[in-house]
Each structure stands twice: as C-alpha cells, then as structure tokens.
C-alpha cells in the first residue's frame, strides 16, 4: 500500500460541537464567529485575563513576540502544508524551502542592495515561493508517496545550503536591517511593539482560510480530493492529475513565501540556522498533530506546536523531551488529529479500509 | 586547479567513500527493512543508531574501564585483548541498539496498529507520568516516584483504549516516530552525564595504514568496517531468505493481510524485524565509534536523513539496494565534496538522488524485500 493510499483512510467521528454549531440558525453562527474573531485580534492582551492568562503566558519569555514569531508563523505554514499534504495527499517534508526563499526574497529586496518598499517585496515574495515550487514540482511530482517525501526533503536542505554558501545570500551570517511594514496610524510596527504584526498576521490568516475554503468547495479542491482518494481512479476519470498536484505545490509553496516574508520582516534578520531541516519536520506535526485535512484542526495543530515549547519553558531543556512525548501520545491515542477532517464534506462514504 | 586534486587523491577519497557508504547501508538497512514490512519510514532509526554508540561508549569506559587517555597516550589495545573488546563492544551496540528498537515498536507503532499491548501501554503511562510529573517538581527522584505511582493505573486506562483496536492513518505513525526520535535525542542530551556535549569514545585501535591501494593508504579501521559491514549483510540476507522468521518478514512484505490470514504472527514479524534492524545499526554505531572516535546526542539525525536517502537510492526496502546506495552515496559525497567544494556534500547527495529518481521512480535496484525472490 503506498503513502497515497493512506490518505484514503476515513477520518474519525465527528465533534459534537461541529455539529451544534452548524445546526444553529445563520444569525447565530455568524454572531459566534464575529465575537470569536473580535477575541481572536486581541490574542496579544490574553496574558492579562485572569484564568486565561494563567493558561496561556509563556513564562520566560515575551508572550507577544511568542504570538508573533512563532504561532502566527506556524499558523500560516500549517494551512499552505495543509494544501499539500491534507487536500492533495502529497507528503512534502520540504517545506521550510519555501518558507526560506519567501523570507530570503522580502531579506534580500528591502535591505542593503535594493532597497524596495515592504509593500512590493511581499507579492515577489510569495511569487518567488510559487516559481520555487513548481520548479520543484514539476520533475517530482510524478513520484509517488515517500520518494517524494524524500526529494521534497532534499529541496528543503539544497535550499538552505545554497544560502549559506552564498555570499549575495550573506552566507551564514545572513542578512539584517530587513525593512518593516509601513506604520500607519495607531499601528506602529517597531522592534518594541509586536501587536500590530499580530494584527496585520491575523488579518492575513483569515484572508488565507478564506481563499482556501473557497478553493477547497471548488473544482480544484474536487480534483485534489479525488487525487488524494486514488490517484489512477482520479486519472482515469479524466482529473489532469500533474496540472492539480502542480497546483496544489505552487498555491502550498505561496502560502510557505508568505509565512517566511512575513517573518522576515518581524524579526528584522534571516540567516540559514531559521530554516534547518527540523523546522519542517515541525511543521508536518503542527498538520497531523492537528487533523490533515482539516482547516481549523492545522491552526489548532499549529498553534500547539509552537506554543507547548514555550509556555513549559519552566521545563528548561526538558521541554522538547516532553513535546516528543506529547507527539507519540497524541498520536497513539487520536491518531486522526485532534480535530480530524469532517468526513461528510467530501461525500464519500466514511468506511475504515482494512489494512 | 581542483580537478588536478581528485586526480591526485582519486583512489584516497574512494577508500573512505566506501567505508562511508558501508556505515550508510548498514543503517539504511534498518529503514528498508521496516520499510519492506510496514511501509513505514522509521524516522526514529537513526535514534537507534544514536544508542548504539552510547552503548559502544559505556561498554569501553565502564565494562571495560578504558580511560580516553592513559599518560597521555591513547588506550591502544593489541593482540587477542583488542579482539574481545571490539567484539564485546559490538554485542553490547547490538544489544542496546536492538533493545531499543524493540521497546519503540511496542510503544510508538504497535499501539497505532490497532495491537497495543500491555508493555507500550506500562512505558507510555510511565512517560506520561514523568512529564506530568515536571509540572510540580525538578527533583528527578520526585519525579520518577511520582511516574511510578501514577504508571500503574494508568497503564491500566490505556490498555482499555488499546482494546478498541483502532488502525491509525499512515502519517500518523510518521508523526509518532518523529516524536519519539525527538524524546530518545533529547533524554540523551538531558540526562546523559555530560549533556550536550561531543563524547569522546576511548580510542582502542590504533589506526595503522595496513596497505596501499592505488597510491590510497588502507587503514585498519577502513579493513574492518569493511569485513563487519559485509559479514553482517551476507548474514542478514541468509536469515531473511533461508529461516522460517525470514519467510515470515517476506510474507508480511508482500502482503500482510494474507499472511496473517495464514498464520503469520504479524506482530512478532514486524518485532523480529525491528530487532534485526536495530542489531544492524548497533553494528554501523560500533564501526562510526571506530572510525570517528566519538558520538552525540544529535549524532543519529543528519546520518539517518542519509542512510534513508541511501535506501531510496536503492530501492527501499531491497536490502541488496541498500548496500549498493550506501556506497553511491558515500561515493558521490567524497568525490563531489572535494570536486566542489566540502560545503556542498550534501548537496550533491541530494542532487544525485534527484537523477537517480528521474530515471529509475523506484531507486537503482527497485523495490523487492516482498515482491520478488531476493
């Protein structure tokens, strides 16, 4: 059985919850999620809330600057992987190459040698994130299951090498004084004040699961799911499968450039040891962790994986031993995510396919 | 002006290639092996292989007393006494690395296959009580009181989700292995005596030059590794083509369903072939010791991302493919490091998988540990 097939494997029961909530009348869901994005924008103040704040205050270090380098970042990457590997069923242990040629794209036009305005230097960004993804896609994609998790692995490291051998790529010093959005305002994006990165960031991720819900209920999102089902039954079927795979790494590789440029432009620096090999390992878990497939279970699976390290940071260097521990749990006993994929949605029949 | 350097140390960079690459296929081994019968990349081997060299480091400093310098020398051994410490070294990597492999089936991966089992559920409530136990206390006594009192009926709990027998999705095993190879690294780096530090291994040969080859110098480690390597290969291929156990792990290759239908114990298959890897990457972490003389917490990750690219190489989970990309990869590593440059080694490893992969989808050999007679 190849890695492909897998993905064919239906997806748990699902949530109560879910199913409340989408049985309330429209007023209602509307209200909920409007109060629910309201809260969301003001994710920056939470540490104050009494119990809340007790939950979710990373000790040691600065909860803003977690929210922003870390969670908005892992947020974002898990919802392109996501195109990837939860709708397309394409394992790509790679990914950190497109969030290092979006960050290293916005590093090298806004600082030292060219000097664009932020504003420009993002669509280039996620443009030079897609260009590197159908490059990348277009030898690979007629491999199947884990040889392409392999390549994919490969491309990942190429890419950080390269940057590290390249003088114009600053080698492994890197490249700093990278330009910042433009302050408008009351929004005044310093080295100080990270909220207003975590406004503009959100904005953004909503953007994102917008344009992504859509593509998913859409022709393509069809396509990609038969692809995911069963790639020569898609074939057959006449779905153009390389154009949909190719798609599916490019819009992927897109939303990867868009994650590293705006990390670029919060943390102000970029150099080779942002981008190691285990970093897109990281981000594969924030997916599975999550639910593959599921749009909201990858923001929670994202969320998790970046904010567990740092809120037990009490543990010292214990922690990451614990956040292995944690992982192989959370597996062994929801192996589907924690919020795994609704089955209905696609309209296939959700039998366990016995091994 | 570099390509007059291959010319001149061509048969050099070949020797070490290859001794490279045999280090390589013996751990590649582990992962095609588990590939072969579970289509499983156990990302966690290469931890495997990490624990094999701690156990390579305790049985020379401990069983055997060596210290890492004596007046200022190294500790050579010679003589029948040089034999039995590399040989008893070498169990005691293939003890620890075998060991480990199997206590990482039963808790990480049986559980996902539906099967788990008292032992995973008793050191996955064990571990689930250590870490609960970090929150109130940094006192490791403490902490493993609390994690025994609480492993009991907790194990208890879990042998009961267990029974549900729930098959898990296939990436859910590749996250759980991911996890557990971060736990294993990361209980090294923490509670190993000297943290995160390079461990320097006792060096008990002395790595004299036993002949030339071409102009190349043939050290003796190079010799041994050689004969190690092949002699566990050769004995490897005759178990899982001659034994009846062997027979179990082609049938559970080809299709595992059938051959339980058929009687197979699939379980004690997959376990036997976890062990069997295991054994063989505590050989490669005694031959690394020998030829590098020293080890890490994070030692295992960069050579496991390379023996599994070795294994697709290949052909995964064809374990003559193994050995045949285990040296193309160390091969092209040497030769395309020193035509362009050391900072490019890895590079040009992935490049030549790339190739490698365009023309053959399924690695130099193709895939067979089930499909054909190996």
Known sequence: MSLTESFRRRTAPQLHVGNKFRSL???????????????????????????????????????????????????????????????????????????AVGAYTTAVMTSGQFSWPWIAAMPLSILMAMIAGVVLGTPTLRLRGDYLAIVTLGFGEIIRITANNSDWLG??????????????????????????????????????????????????????????????????????TFKFKLWAFAIG????????????????????????????????????????????????????????????????????FVFGVVLVLVMVFRPQGIIPRRTAAAGISGKEESE | MRDWLIYRTFWDLTVSGVALGLIYALVALGYTMVYGVLRLINFAHSEIFMVGTFGVLISL????????????????????????????STVAAMVVSGAGAVVLER???????????????????????????????????????????????????????????????????????????MAMAEAVATWGPDERVVYKTPRVLEKKVLFNFFGADVRIDYVIVAFGAILMMTALLLFVNRTRLGRGIRAVAQDAETAR???????????????????MAGGAAMMFTLVYDQTRFNIGFLLGVKSFTAAVLGGIGNIKGALLG??????????????????????????????????????????????ARV
């Open chain 1, 25 to 99: 009348p429209k007023s209602a869901r509307w209200s909920i999620g409007a109060i629910i994005i309201a809260a969301c924008y003001f994710t920056p103040y939470w540490p104050d809330v009494p119990v809340l704040g007790w939950i979710v205050d990373t000790p040691g270090t600065s909860f803003e600057n977690v929210l922003t380098d870390q969670i908005m970042m892992f947020i974002l990457v898990a919802l392109g992987l996501n195109v990837v590997v939860g709708f397309a069923g394409l394992l790509d242990l790679g990914y950190v190459g497109f969030y």
């Open chain 1, 171 to 240: 080698g492994p010093r890197g490249i700093n004084k990278i330009a910042r959005p433009p302050s408008f305002g009351p929004f005044e994006f310093s080295v100080l004040n990270a909220k207003p990165y975590w406004y503009l960031g959100f904005t953004v991720i909503l953007i994102v699961i917008f344009v992504l819900t859509r593509l998913e209920n859409s022709r393509v999102g069809r396509a990609w799911a038969a692809v995911r089902e069963d790639e020569d039954a898609a074939e057959l079927m006449g779905v153009n």
């Open chain 1, 253 to 320: 590789a897109a939303i990867g450039g868009l994650a590293g440029a705006l990390y670029a432009s919060k943390v102000g620096f970029v150099n080779p040891d942002n981008f190691q090999l285990q970093l897109s390992i990281l981000f594969l878990a924030a997916v599975v962790l999550g639910g593959t497939g599921s749009m909201y279970g990858v923001i929670m699976g994202g969320i998790l994986v970046a904010w567990i390290p740092e809120r037990f940071r009490g543990f010292d260097t214990r922690r990451y």
């Open chain 2, 61 to 88: 400093t401990q069983v055997f007393g060596i210290n890492l310098f004596e007046d200022g020398e190294y500790p050579y051994r010679s003589g029948i006494v040089l034999v039995l410490i590399l040989l008893g």
């Open chain 2, 107 to 181: 808790t990480a991966y049986r559980p996902l296959r539906g099967a788990g089992d008292t032992f995973g559920a008793v050191v996955l409530a064990f571990l689930t009580g250590l870490i609960a136990s970090f929150l109130f206390t940094d006192s490791m006594m403490t902490n493993l009181m609390i994690a025994a009192v609480i492993t009991g009926p907790l194990a208890v709990v879990y042998v009961r989700i267990f029974r549900k027998g729930r098959q898990a999705p296939r990436l859910a095993f590749l996250i759980s292995a991911i996890g557990a190879s």
């Open chain 2, 261 to 279: 239908i058929l009687g197979v114990n699939v379980n004690s298959v997959i376990l036997v072939t976890f062990l069997l890897g295991g054994a």
């Open chain 2, 326 to 371: 285990g040296i193309v990869l160390g091969l092209a590593e040497n030769y395309g490091s020193s035509i362009f440059g050391g900072q490019w080694k890895d590079v040009i490893a992935f490049i030549v998988l790339l190739v490698v992969l365009m023309f053959r989808p399924t690695g130099i050999l193709g895939e067979s540990l089930g499909k």
